[in-house]
């Protein structure tokens, strides 16, 4: 099982990073790994078990995931991936950002659990540690200023 676990501080109020962040089906908004997003069967974009069906930007395909559950107040989202160009299996994750006590900033952390179906587990777990959590996370960072002002 390959674990990952990335975290940052956002130069952000929690209110305004969560307001972009919890909008399941508004991962282009910010995140640059992804194009244009819809969520299945006419579903509630945070319904849980709802499935964001999204394109990935370089045009390898399409990502499915399904949201498991949404915490408003403790600002958590956690997702499985239930389809997509990358051999993942068994993809389990969960994002969650804090207050941070000195500032007016957010403490964020990704994380995610799965085994790779191609074997490549050293391959894997930094690509989804560096690229898509913490390139997205910065990525949410300059979306959530952008929105500020």
């Known amino acids: 099982m390959i674990k990952v676990r990335t975290s940052t501080v956002i130069d952000a109020p929690i209110d305004a ?3 972009l962040a919890s909008d399941f ?10 194009a244009e ?7 509630a974009n945070n319904e849980i078990g709802c499935v964001r069906n999204f394109a990935l930007k370089d045009g390898s395909g399409r990502v499915r995931e399904t949201l498991l559950a949404a915490s408003s107040i403790d600002h958590t989202i956690t997702y499985d991936m239930v389809g997509g160009p990358l051999p993942f299996v ?4 969960v994002l969650r950002f804090e207050s941070v006590t000195d500032g007016d900033r957010t403490f964020a952390v990704w994380t995610a659990e799965f085994r790779a179906g191609d074997g490549q587990t050293d391959k894997w777990g930094p690509f989804v540690r560096d690229d898509v959590f913490l390139g997205g996370l910065k990525a949410l960072e300059r979306a959530v ?3 500020q002002g």
Request: glycine fraction near 8%.
């Open 145 to 147: 200023k952008a929105r």
């Open 90 to 93: 068994d993809y389990v994750s």
């Open 37 to 43: 997003s819809h969520i299945e069967e006419g579903k």
């Open 25 to 34: 089906n508004g991962l282009p908004a910010w995140h640059p790994a992804a």
């Open 17 to 19: 990073v969560w307001a």
